[in-house]
């Protein structure tokens, strides 16, 4: 497992298993309207691949390489996600609230940027 935290500004490659557009496997109302996937190689606190959230592109895509810009840590939750953008993008922490509510409004969470 790796400090999110420490992983900030630091360039990664998602693999989009959750491409804009589409909904959640198991809960069909959840739907993305941002790309969604996980890092591979790095392990979340949870066992699986590092999770992580695409800002900033406008269509859907299978995998996308960007700066991590924010950590969403859940404080009700083992897991933690990465937001990802493209390296020129940068949002504020309230912009970054708004695009992920979709999911993050079932948890406790804070940003960190």
């Not at 810009?69 to 922490?93: C, M, N, Q, Y």
Request: hydrophobic share 35%.
């Amino acid at each position: 497992m790796i400090d999110g935290t420490a992983m900030l500004g630091k360039l990664v490659k998602v693999t989009v298993d959750r491409p804009m557009g589409s909904f959640h496997p198991k809960h069909q109302n959840l739907y993305y309207p941002v790309n969604y996937g996980y890092i591979e190689g790095i392990l979340a606190p949870d066992g699986e691949e590092q999770d992580a959230y695409i800002l900033g592109v406008d269509q859907p895509v299978k995998e996308f390489t960007g700066r991590i810009i924010g950590i969403v840590h859940r404080l009700d939750d083992i897991e933690e996600k990465w937001v990802v953008a493209p390296e020129k993008l940068s949002f504020t922490r309230e912009q970054i609230q708004e695009q992920i509510y979709f999911q993050e409004q079932y948890f406790q969470s804070e940003i960190i940027v």
